[in-house]
């Protein structure tokens, strides 16, 4: 869901990067974006349900789905933090623990 709210506020023909390493006992994945970044006063509430930053203009969207994808990480006993300027991008990056199978 991250990764395709990465296409949806980017420009047209932006690359999207998607990046999964290992960093001890967790797997990191980042998506890193080049679309509109997000407004410092709107970062405190990001991850509150139906919330939208307030530079999504006409893009459409709920305002559910990085609720959903933070309760997700948290399910998994995980972490998800964001790095963002805007006008340049996003970068979200989640955290894991590595299952010892």
């Known amino acids: 869901m991250w ?3 990465a296409v949806q506020y980017s420009p047209e023909g932006a ?3 998607f990046n999964l390493r ?3 006992e ?19 509430r990001l991850f509150e349900a139906f919330h939208r ?3 999504v203009g006409e893009t459409p969207g ?5 609720l959903l994808v933070k309760h997700c990480v948290q399910l998994h006993q995980g972490s998800i933090t964001f ?7 996003t970068t979200f990056t ?8």
Do not use: M
């Open 83 to 89: 790095d963002s300027q805007e006008g340049v991008g």
């Open 26 to 44: 967790k797997a990191v994945l980042a998506v890193q974006d080049h679309g509109i970044g997000i407004p410092e006063a709107d970062r405190a």
């Open 62 to 66: 709920t305002g559910l789905g990085l």
């Open 15 to 17: 690359t999207v990067d």
């Open 94 to 101: 989640v955290r894991l623990p590595v299952g010892g199978g």
């Open 3 to 5: 990764l395709s709210n």
């Open 22 to 24: 290992r960093e001890g």
């Open 53 to 55: 930053a307030s530079n």
